[in-house]
């Protein structure tokens, strides 16, 4: 008797849980779309970003603009982004790897790193060799353009002053739900593709002068980047939830197949046994 | 006419062919008719006036606030890039009074040139989207 409760209490909680992982894979999915819509709407002003810079870069010689000067790199910052959260599969391993990796690669000079999300906080925390700038949570469930400012700032200014000689960012690209593949971009110094001249702005005004506009566009390249690479990383993580939390509720409901089995098995010898001691029984009376 | 976008971070917010659109940058106010001269520069925090037919009266245009942004025309179309937009549905009197308030109480209290920097760029913003509020109370029009 006792084998088929406790059974019995074991299907109940896997049961639980898996009604536990369901709701998070909704909730991921609901909360993946939503970032993937607004990593999407990013897009145009990305590209009309770097064609204003582009364009500008075929009249002028934007290399005058301290952003876009190659130093030699001393030290190197990185901003990593991971979750705050557990439960998203290899979301947050991947990233770590890659980083790894790419520290090993280059082991010369020095590395600052900026941690969005308290798991990469965690993880940098723990390497010596490494200099942990500053730490973000990660951005809430509704992002703005506003909580990436301050990171920003702090990159453009430790840059200016000339402790860091290079930027880059170790991000989650979303390719589709189910692929997603860690990138490495270079933030700074600020790289744009020359193109030809147009001819129209030969003779176009400039107010206040064409170094100013530089300087201007190449901020918001730099933010939109920064931006996208946080949405597209948020995409990813959510993605990722949402497969780790089916594969979960697909093995909770194989769990909760087997022992159902089980139990249906255990209480049908319960009662095998049950008639068999009373036919034994009866027998035994009919005897006397 | 002449095309006017308005990009932001958050998608984009105006694409229409408008007849005029008056837009601030730091050297001044400018107007863009159809035809202008190619053009760059830095907007500053203000009201963008877009006038959609050459018909409608300096009162009914539409005013979109902005904080800020790259501004071209090139090839009969005006990309401007901004921080955020504001427009005149999503602002409201009360909550532009009171931004305001708090920045002006700021400034007051700022000590240094960096908090008084930013007080000043508080001040400039909350009283763009209090300008923006003014003209949605005075206007009209239904929305």
């Known amino acids: 008797m006792s084998n088929t409760t406790a059974l019995k209490r074991r299907i109940g909680s896997v049961k639980n849980t898996r009604q536990i992982t369901k709701a998070m894979e909704l909730v991921a999915a609901s909360k993946m779309k939503r970032a993937q819509a607004q990593a999407q709407a990013t897009r145009e002003y990305r590209v009309s970003a770097q064609g204003i810079l582009s364009r500008l870069a075929g009249i002028t010689d934007v290399s005058n603009n301290p952003l876009f000067s190659v130093r030699d790199t001393k030290t190197h910052m990185v901003m990593l982004i991971s979750s705050d959260l557990g439960l998203a599969g290899g979301y947050d391993a991947n990233v770590f790897k890659k980083f790894t990796a790419m520290m090993k690669e280059n082991s010369k000079h020095k590395v600052k790193t900026i941690a969005v999300g308290k798991k990469a906080g965690q993880f940098v925390s723990r390497l010596k060799e490494v200099d942990m700038a500053s730490a973000y949570g990660m951005f809430s469930d509704h992002p703005s353009p506003a909580d990436i400012r301050p990171a920003i700032t702090d990159i453009l200014k430790r840059y200016e002053e000339g402790s860091i000689d290079k930027a880059s960012i170790i991000y989650t690209e979303f390719i589709s739900n189910l692929t997603q593949e860690v990138r490495v971009i270079d933030l700074l110094p600020a790289k744009v593709e020359k193109q030809e001249k147009v001819s129209e702005l030969e003779v176009a005004i400039f107010e206040p002068n064409i170094d100013e506009i530089v300087e201007d566009a190449v901020l918001r390249l730099i933010e939109v980047q920064v931006w996208q690479a946080v949405l597209e990383s948020l995409a990813s993580e959510y993605s990722m939830r949402m497969v780790a939390m089916k594969n979960a509720s697909d093995n909770a409901k194989d769990i909760i197949d087997d022992l159902t089995l089980e139990y249906n098995t255990a209480r049908q010898s319960v009662i095998t046994q049950e008639i068999a001691e009373i036919v034994g029984g009866a027998e035994a009376v009919s005897q006397l | ?143």
Request: no cysteine.
């Open chain 2, 1 to 143: 006419m002449i095309r006017l976008k308005l990009i932001a971070l958050s998608g984009v917010h105006f694409d229409e062919d408008v007849y005029e659109a008056m837009i601030p940058t730091k050297a001044g106010e400018i107007a863009v008719y159809e035809g202008h001269t190619p053009l760059l520069s830095v907007a500053a925090p203000g009201l963008v006036a877009i006038r959609k037919s050459k018909s409608i009266k300096d009162a009914d245009r539409q005013f979109v606030a902005i904080y800020g942004g790259t501004v071209e025309v090139l090839n009969n179309v005006i990309q401007v890039l901004v921080d955020e937009v504001d427009t005149e549905q999503s602002v409201s009197v009360a909550e532009a009074e009171n931004s305001y308030k708090r920045a002006q109480e700021l400034k007051n209290k700022a000590k240094d040139s960096v908090s008084l920097a930013e007080a000043q760029a508080m001040i400039d913003r909350s009283s763009v989207r209090l300008r923006l509020a003014g003209i949605k109370k005075h206007s009209r029009r239904k929305y």
